[in-house]
């Protein structure tokens, strides 16, 4: 009789200690096995490797008077159509030159785009006021603001030291610029700016941050920098969610005298 309850019961040991194992065994394989990664077959033919499709716009680099045949000219040197005051929306009332430049004609507010932008390339050539004895801050203050609310400083700063989150091509009171790369006073400044807006769900809260890289006469001054926020004269970054905006030119309003020219722009998005 023992042995018919005991034979059953010797079975399900069994089977028991065999389930057992089979676990142990899948798990040690799940640790011990290599992460299979999803690759595709080597390839070994060099076509494989070739993307033709769809062939790219072609664009002139120097199209339109030295901008690219596809930018939107803001600044060629004939008149500020493309610009008005930030102040009450009227006509831009900086001063024309016939050197094809225009200067900040002090006190009469800064200058905006009357287009909307969102991320752009975009090209400025800006020159300090050779006259000027200011210092600080207020030689030769000036400014490109990407969608009317981040700015990158233009200043001198030849001889003229000043906090280096407020010198020319830093992101105002955010980014130092990563070296100065100005030309001597009174001559002509690039800048080549990558910009990228940022952001904003439904609600208003930002998702993602804009970015900024700067080339400063060619060379690399901010290196995809990402903005906080605003660039406050006083007080921190803000964060207030906002769409396309203008390309705005400031006027510091403290006979500045500085000049622009040959400003272009690129839409991104
Ligand atoms: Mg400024």
């Known amino acids: 009789m023992k042995k018919y309850v005991l034979f059953p019961l010797f079975c399900i040991f069994l089977i028991s200690c065999g389930q057992t194992q089979e676990k142990k065994t899948e798990e040690t394989m799940e640790q011990e096995a290599p992460k299979e990664e999803v690759t595709q077959k080597e390839p070994t033919d060099p076509k494989e ?14 199209g339109q008077n030295g901008a690219p045949s596809d930018a939107i000219v803001l600044f060629d040197g004939s008149n500020l159509d493309e610009w008005v005051s930030a102040k009450d929306g009227g006509p831009a009332q900086w001063v024309l030159n016939d050197d094809g430049s225009m200067t900040v004609k002090d006190k009469t507010g800064d200058i905006k785009t009357k ?15 050779s006259e000027s004895t200011a210092e600080g801050q207020a030689k030769s203050n000036s400014g490109v603001y990407l969608q009317d609310l981040y700015e990158v400083q233009v200043l001198d700063n030849n001889d003229n030291p000043t906090y280096i989150n407020g010198q020319a091509a830093s992101i ?3 980014a130092p610029p990563l070296v100065q790369a100005l030309v001597p006073t009174g001559e002509w400044n690039t800048y080549d700016i990558i910009y990228h807006a940022p952001e ?3 609600e208003g809260n ?13 060379v690399l001054v901010q290196d995809h920098f990402e903005l906080q926020g605003t660039t406050e004269y006083i007080g921190w970054p803000k964060n207030n969610a906002h769409g396309k905006g ?3 030119l400031q006027d510091h309003q403290d006979m500045s005298g500085v000049s622009y020219r040959n400003i272009w722009v690129r839409e991104l998005d």
């Not at 287009?115 to 006021?129: A, D, I, T, Y």
């Open 49 to 62: 490797t070739e993307v033709w499709e769809p062939a790219r716009e072609i664009v002139n680099p120097t």
């Open 115 to 129: 287009r909307n932008f969102g991320s752009v390339q975009l090209h400025v050539e800006w020159r300090s006021n």
């Open 172 to 174: 105002y009171k955010q």
């Open 200 to 202: 904003f769900d439904a």
């Open 206 to 218: 930002k998702t993602k941050s804009g970015t900024i890289t700067v080339l400063h006469n060619g």
């Open 246 to 248: 203008p390309i705005k």
